[in-house]
């Protein structure tokens, strides 16, 4: 007959006699992929991002549905949408409560990698595609939050948009090619639908296929930093691993079954969460001619924009000395007259453009360079830490402060972003900016220090 010869029966069978590369799939990634069997609860936090995502990509379809992409009629598309379509308020508040707990899941899933060193290697590849994934989740969010054509909206992109404009020679140009007109309207709120409800999708898809192909070549990390694979059976398998089918499809279903509880009675109870998730101004229409009196990007943007706005002319001097002293240290740590000449160079041109007044860059475009690096130094985590060890568990105690110091810092960032500026607030964004970026600038050399545990051969496992 031609048929391929099923290796199950039923309608599995049958599929898998004529579409044999599905079942391979499902064998390769799910069925026969052995994943580490000491999975804890911030293991539940990749499926849930999986699931998330389903939740954004359903219900934005809907959205779109009724949605009219002209500055004219976008904002009472979106009230005919909450007022007049059946269901539709809850299909617009579970797309934006989604969008808030994809944030969420994937600052934990980043966290859970920073614990454990799942960056480390082999998973480098796998960690840079999520760092793509990441940047590709911010501007898709981005995209999407001018849609509502609300006054926070509006001028929220006012203000991101207007950023580019501070990078020399092609920042007006730039701004103007991403806005579609001088100001923003018509066409920048067209490209915005198209990019958010097509091309940031499709390229976020592809993102997650090559981040899990990439994880399922290596393998998982685990929260003992142990290396499965180097224990195998006579059989071939690892000693340690367990099959993810069905061992943890259920283990995930019961994270994922938590999550929409929590979701859901967000959705249902909360769905603007006091303001954070969406901020009161964005009720009100667009008025180009009206200013907010506090404009503020939506919660998960607030650490990066606090950096921007702490980047102050008084500040400048702070951080040509933190560069300086960096440069001095790294120069003596490297070996080879090559590599210390660079340093040196590199330095003296970072320190330059910091303080020297003829060649200073203004405090605007430095807020632009900070807040940029504070996220793609991400990509460098992999090469920046050197401890001999991959998990938190066998680093000395003081290596767990240190990561807690910087995550209570990148909180206390992402407040003072929701809040108006003063003084007060200014100067403990800035320590706290100095405290994110010390945290990986610093790595080479903290993560190296203090005294190491022993690594077990085999992983622990403990029943939960």
Known sequence: MGLHTPRYKGLLGWVDARMPSIMDIFEAHIANYYAPKN??????????AAVVLVIQLVSGAFLAMHYKPDSRLAFWSVELIMREVQGGWLIRYMHSVGASFFFIVIYFHIFRAMLYGSYRTPREIVWIAGCVLFLALMAES?????????????????????????????????????????????????????????????????????HVMAL????????????????????????????????????DIYGIAFFFIIYFAVVFFAPEMGGVFLEGNNFIPADPMQTPLHIAPLWYF???????????ADFLPWLGGAVLALGA???????????????AAMTALAFSFATVHKVQLDAKL????????????????????????????????????????????????GYFGMEEPNPMRNIISQFCMAIYFGFFALMPWWSRMGTFKPVPDRVRFTAH
């Open 302 to 312: 607030t650490p990066f924009y606090t950096i921007l706005r702490a980047t102050t």
């Open 366 to 413: 430095w807020g632009v360079i900070l807040m940029a690096v504070s996220v793609t130094i991400l990509f460098a985590l992999p090469w920046l830490d050197h401890s001999p060890v991959k998990s938190m568990r066998y680093r000395p105690t003081w290596h767990r402060v240190l990561l807690f110091v910087f995550i209570a810092a990148f909180f206390v960032l």
């Open 329 to 343: 240290l790294t120069y003596f740590t490297v070996r080879g007259w090559r590599v210390r000449l660079f340093v």
């Open 39 to 48: 999975f804890n609860f911030w293991y539940f936090f990749g499926s849930i």
């Open 142 to 210: 981005f995209f999407g939050y001018l849609l509502p054509w609300g006054q926070m909206s509006f001028w929220g992109a006012q203000v991101i948009i207007n950023l580019f404009s501070s990078i020399p020679v092609i920042g007006p140009d730039l701004s103007t090619w991403i806005r579609g007109d001088f100001v923003i309207g018509d066409a920048t709120l067209n490209r915005f639908f198209a990019l958010h409800t097509m091309v940031m999708p499709t390229v976020m898809i592809g993102l997650i296929v090559a």
């Open 216 to 251: 399922h070549d290596v393998g998982s990390n685990n929260p003992d930093g142990i290396e499965i694979k180097e224990h195998r059976g006579d059989d071939g398998k690892p000693l340690d691993g367990i099959p993810f089918h069905p061992y943890y499809t259920v283990h």
